[in-house]
């Protein structure tokens, strides 16, 4: 038994209404239509009678896909426990299906903040100002960025290339030693990009760092990689596979690193990360096609990702002054801040960058996405109209 | 769903080989046609004669694309596609920006704000990169003020617009004034459909449908079609932050991934996202600006085929004009441009004489620096089939023989009277074979073209002549 707001509040919901065996109990029925309901059949159909049978709706359900395949979880930095003296690791990777809301993602995305051994003046200004004043010290820099939201952070040695400051693996390695003693944040190692050199610092910093499972950037096809990946195993830790926007090379990469010993769940691939602008396209569709694969069952590419986001500095636009393209000590973060945001939806795991501005941002959108937070304001969203 | 392969298309064309289409052959056309290089109206075989009916039917819908290509104004197309990743294909319709107007502001400031909208234009590696619409919302909840903004905005752009009110008497009035620019309107909701559907059947317009749960959205996208609209846009509306940022994306990619893997019609439309939001939770301008911009590229990484926006500073627009450049360009082709000799600035015949590839990107940045430095020169640009310097010198598409080739071919040595390039600092080790072999001198240019102008005043004009 319906009672008449029942019946007007089932109308005004559906499009038409086939009624049977109905008889209506009132003693005077006066129905004043509102102009919302464009069309009301009580009147007309109130007898038995049958109304156009409507087309049937397709039902839309979410579908459940398959995957055969499913991607390393890593950890980057060992607690005391496990052999290292981190505060808290980092986990990444361990994603069993291609989007967060299909339910396979253990782990968010992070971010890891760049650091480097020397003061970086040739840095843009809106960069310079936010860091040369910590420059000066690695340890204070890193502590800096922890404050700005880094998750982890990567010290890149360059000072040790020859054509810098030649800097010994001895004196490096003593860098990486007091900044583990200070910071209790998992560390990324980056070289200075010097095929000769990097494998010689690698093998001292990683013997100083032995056991706390530090990401050591990079073995690449440009150096001795195979060095690399045993001086990883024999101190206990991670590789970072670098290869430059070719899906085969780092398949091939991974695949010889992995052959070397080093262990499945202690490999991160950087398949190059080109800057928004630059490039940006084919590292996008290289995530994409990695994180596909790896989910389709290809056993070379099932690790995570990791992305040089910074590069988005290389680009004019980030700090070019060039009135007509605006104001550049906000283009520039925006940018950078825009790049990560392209490889994240793409599928990166790490996101190495710069500007605290970008990193909050980025970061706002990975707890949106990934941890599904309560948002700190509840917005309507029809009031967009009124803004 | 697998893409329709040549022969699927092949068996419903004629099969005569007449070649009207301007294809060789039907099978060539049919190739064609899956790239989205032809039209089936460009077969005319197929509309002559009327034997070819049915054939014709069944081709028009193997082609319709998984996501229906909808068409605002007089001529944005928006939507259209058939891959949910760039590689598999190509995306064909970019992100269309709409910039909004409210009609709370001044006369002044919207003819202000119209004209900066009409005019906004970055020229990036040879393309204009343009804003796409207006965007009218009417706050005032006047219809007299809404219709005296639309018609100020009519008479001042050219531009597609969008009518925006939940309120269907207010959108009314709007269509009544923009009837021959063919409106987007906002939006229909389950509650407000009908009166909307209504108005996108009685003027012909396309039609955003708002609603938030995707299955309620699929019932609710079926009933305006079955009351006889077509052209519909889907909003499952944009949220700054949070679980309902993350429910709003989920369902732009379930839509889309429904559409386009399981061939579920209902969801195959164009996505609107709307990023103006950012301005619920941000009123400094500049906070508001980045978080709005932000939002619009997560958007716009997940199908979002109209994006709305408030802001108009062009240090928030360039970084998302930039992505959609990147996202939207044929991965089967890098942007090139023709390989030649160029003249920046008046060269004469004692101009240097820069020698670059044909991808875009580099031959612009060249060009590009040697105009800021106020240089004459002539830029001689190889077929490195689209590739930049290093990529090229890389793959062995920069090579000694191709200089020598694109120097006689182009007749360099008619247009100057000595015989000396500058080469790319990258290509550097080319620069012995390349004097060994054209006989030309070779100077080694800087590594990044933003120096040419400082090298040319060092080195060129002390003993570049030779
Ligand atoms: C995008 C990219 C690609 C794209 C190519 C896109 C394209 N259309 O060119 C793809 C994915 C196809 C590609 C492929 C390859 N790439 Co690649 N690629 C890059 C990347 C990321 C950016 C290149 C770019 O667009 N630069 C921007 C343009 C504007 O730069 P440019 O053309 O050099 O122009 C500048 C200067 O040369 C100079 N300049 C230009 N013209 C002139 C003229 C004069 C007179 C002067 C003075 C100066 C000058 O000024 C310009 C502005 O600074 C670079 C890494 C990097 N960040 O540089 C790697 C890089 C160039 N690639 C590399 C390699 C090895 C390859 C491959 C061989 C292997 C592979 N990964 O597949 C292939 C080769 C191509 C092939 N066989 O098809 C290496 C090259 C290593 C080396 N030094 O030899 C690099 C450096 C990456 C790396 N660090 O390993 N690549
Ligand atoms: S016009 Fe039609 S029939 Fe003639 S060649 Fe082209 S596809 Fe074949």
């Known amino acids: 038994m319906l009672n008449l707001d029942d019946i007007i509040r089932i109308l005004s919901e559906v499009d038409e209404i086939e009624l049977e065996g109905v008889s209506i109990e009132a003693q005077e029925l006066i129905m004043e239509l509102k102009q919302g309901l464009a069309y009301i059949p009580v009147a007309k159909h109130a007898k038995k009678e049958k109304v156009e049978k409507k087309k049937e709706k397709l039902k839309y359900e979410r579908k459940i896909r398959e995957y055969t395949g499913s991607i390393q979880e890593v950890q980057i930095g060992a607690t005391r426990k496990e052999g290292g003296t981190r505060d808290y690791v980092i986990k990444i990777g361990g994603q069993t299906t291609l989007y967060p809301y299909e339910g396979g993602y253990k782990n968010r995305p992070v971010v890891s903040f760049d650091v480097f051994d020397i003061p970086q003046p040739q840095f843009p200004k809106v960069l310079r100002e936010i860091w040369s004043e910590v420059w000066h010290d690695p340890v204070a820099w890193a502590e800096k960025a922890l404050e700005y939201g880094a998750d982890l952070i990567t010290i890149h040695l360059v000072s040790t290339d020859p054509h810098i400051k030649d800097t010994s693996p001895r004196e490096a390695a003593k860098t990486v030693e007091e900044l583990l003693q200070q910071i209790k944040a998992p560390i990324i190692i980056g070289g200075s990009g010097n095929p000769e050199k990097d494998p010689k610092v690698f093998e001292k910093v990683a013997e100083v760092a032995e056991g706390e499972l530090c990401l050591i950037a990079s073995a690449n096809f440009d150096l001795d990689y195979k060095k690399v990946a045993q001086v990883a195993i024999k101190y206990k830790h991670n590789v970072l596979s670098w290869t430059s926007l070719d899906i085969n090379d780092q398949k091939s990469l991974n695949k010889l690193l992995f052959e070397e010993g080093l262990p499945r769940n202690r490999l991160v691939q950087d398949p190059t990360t080109a800057a928004l602008g630059y490039g940006l396209e084919y ?105 | 769903m697998a893409r329709i392969s040549p022969l699927e298309v092949y068996k419903l064309l004629p099969g005569i080989n007449c070649k009207k289409c301007g294809a060789d052959t039907c099978m060539a056309f049919a190739s064609q046609l899956i790239e989205r290089k032809k039209k089936v109206e460009d077969c005319t075989v197929l509309f002559e004669e009327d034997k070819y009916k049915e054939k014709r039917e ?283 000799l160029y003249a920046i600035g008046k060269p004469n015949e004692s101009s240097p004489v820069l020698v670059t590839t044909n991808f875009a990107l580099t031959y612009y940045t060249v060009a590009s620096d040697v ?96």
């Not at chain 1, 986001?309 to 636009?317: D, F, I, K």
């Not at chain 1, 700190?376 to 969203?381: F, H, M, N, P």
Request: with cysteine; aromatic share 8%.
């Open chain 1, 283 to 387: 590292t996008y569709s290289i995530i994409q096609r990695i994180k596909q694969n790896a989910l389709k069952g290809d056993s070379e590419l099932q690790n995570p990702i990791s992305c040089g986001v910074t590069n988005a500095w290389g680009a004019r636009e980030s700090w070019m002054k060039t009135p007509e393209w605006g104001a550049r000590e906000y283009r520039g973060p925006l940018w950078e801040t825009v790049n990560a945001l392209a490889v994240l939806f793409a599928g990166a795991d790490i996101m190495m960058m710069l500007h605290p501005l970008a990193v909050k941002t980025v970061k706002m959108v990975i707890t949106s996405i990934f941890e599904k937070v309560n948002p700190s304001r509840e917005v309507k969203y029809e009031d967009w109209i009124k803004i």
């Open chain 2, 371 to 466: 105009e800021a430095g106020k240089v004459d020169a002539y830029i001689l640009v190889l077929d490195t089939e689209g590739l930049a310097v290093e990529p090229a010198l890389a793959g062995a598409k920069f090579t000694a023989s191709l200089v020598k080739e694109h120097l006689e071919k182009f007749k360099v040595d008619e247009k100057v009277n000595h015989k000396t390039i500058i080469i790319p600092g990258m290509a550097a080790r080319l620069s012995g074979e390349i004097e060994d072999i054209t006989g030309w001198r070779v100077l080694v240019g800087p590594i990044d073209s933003s120096r040419i102008p400082k090298f040319i005043e060092e080195k060129w004009k002390k003993n570049g002549k030779a």
């Open chain 2, 58 to 340: 069944k081709l028009i819908e193997l082609l319709t694309p998984p996501i229906k290509e909808v068409v605002i104004g007089d001529g944005l197309k928006v939507g259209g596609e058939e891959v949910l990743y760039r590689h598999e294909l190509t995306f064909f319709n970019p992100t269309a920006l709409f910039i909004d107007i409210s009609d709370d502001m001044s006369d002044e400031e919207i003819e202000e704000r119209v004209r900066r909208i009409n005019k906004f234009k970055i020229e990036r590696v040879g393309q204009e990169l343009k804003l796409d619409g207006i965007a009218i919302r009417c706050k005032t909840n006047d219809e007299v003020r809404f219709g005296e903004v639309v018609l100020k905005v009519v008479e001042n752009s050219k531009m597609p617009i969008a009518l925006c009110s939940f309120n269907p008497e207010i959108i009314e009035v709007g269509l009544g004034i923009a009837i021959n620019r063919r409106p987007l309107i906002y939006a229909a909701t389950r509650n407000n459909w009908k009166k909307f559907a209504e108005l996108a059947k009685n003027y012909n317009c396309p039609l955003v449908v708002y609603e938030e749960d995707i299955e309620k959205m699929s019932d609710l996208v079926q009933d305006i079609e079955e009351y006889g609209v077509s052209d519909i846009i889907l909003d499952f509306g944009t949220y700054p932050q949070g679980e309902p940022l993350a429910r709003a994306i989920e369902n732009m990619i379930s839509a889309r991934r429904a559409a386009i893997e399981d061939g579920f019609k209902p969801l195959g439309k164009p996505i609107l996202g709307n990023a103006t939001v950012a301005w619920l939770v941000e009123s400094d301008p500049i906070k508001a600006s980045h978080l709005e911009s932000s939002l619009a590229a997560s958007l716009m990484l997940n199908y979002a085929d109209i994006i709305f926006m408030h802001t108009l500073e062009t240090w928030a627009i360039l970084p998302l004009l930039t992505l959609r450049q990147n996202i939207y360009t044929d991965p089967r082709v890098p942007i090139q441009v023709e390989p030649g």
